[in-house]
């Protein structure tokens, strides 16, 4: 069975403070790893998506990076707009099913 | 971009009340999905779909039904609505072997 494991479950940062969430995965076959932010009573975003171990993707203040078994967002020099929660999500690419396996997310704070 | 809308943002019905929740993609995507979260449960999922009037249920298909007579509305159906249902609800639609893009979600509450 896949299982996502994300932490911490919160983590509360002063602007300005770098530091990194984590993904561990476990999945029969790695079709893509999937990163989204939630902002409270809002639907998940679209930031990121990783295939294969060692891509890196970037989008502003966040990196995505990705092992063999988990993945990081690293988050440099947070501004309390990137306070929100973050979900992690593996899809697998055998049994041909595209239902994603997701984790419970991080909740970010950033405080000014 | 692709867009997914959820007719309602908030929703308040009374215990026994019929509910539909409608979700409209606008990408031509062939899977569809609906989804509950709850604190401290995570995304649950509840129904999804692969193709036009075809359904599969999730992990929690107990007092919903779905419906998709369309390629780019599905809908969420709670027969009779309870109080234990009050949740978030998001529906995401995605093309074979990529990512969701999800809705604004629906805040319903069962009084």
């Known amino acids: 069975e896949d299982q996502v494991t994300q932490s911490p479950e919160a983590l509360r940062l002063q602007e300005g403070e770098s530091s990194s969430l984590n993904c561990s995965y476990t999945v029969s076959g790695l079709r893509g790893l999937f990163w989204y932010r939630q902002d409270p009573g809002k639907g998940p975003e679209f930031l990121f998506t990783?295939?294969?171990a060692g891509e890196e993707k970037e989008k502003e203040r966040l990196k995505a990076t990705l092992t063999k078994k988990e993945s990081f967002l690293h988050i440099t020099a947070p501004k309390p707009e990137d306070s929100a929660t973050y979900l992690c999500?593996?899809?697998?690419?055998?049994?041909?099913?595209?239902?994603?396996?997701f984790g419970r997310g991080t909740s970010l704070i950033v405080h000014p | 971009d692709v867009k997914v809308t959820q007719s309602s943002r908030y929703l308040v019905k009374r215990t026994g009340e019929k509910v539909f929740l409608e979700c409209v993609q606008d990408m031509d995507h062939e899977n569809m999905f609906w989804y509950r979260q709850d604190p401290g449960l995570g995304l649950r999922l509840i129904y999804f779909s692969y193709d036009v009037k075809m359904k599969e249920k999730g992990d929690i298909p107990e007092g919903y039904s779905v419906s998709r007579e369309k390629k780019e509305r599905f809908s969420l159906i709670l027969e009779s609505a309870s109080t234990n249902q009050t949740s978030m609800y998001l529906c995401a639609s995605s093309g074979v072997g990529y990512g969701y893009t999800f809705g604004s979600g629906t805040r319903l509450t069962v009084v």
């Open positions: 999500a593996v899809q697998a690419a055998s049994g041909g099913s595209y239902i994603p396996t």
């Open positions: 990783l295939y294969s």
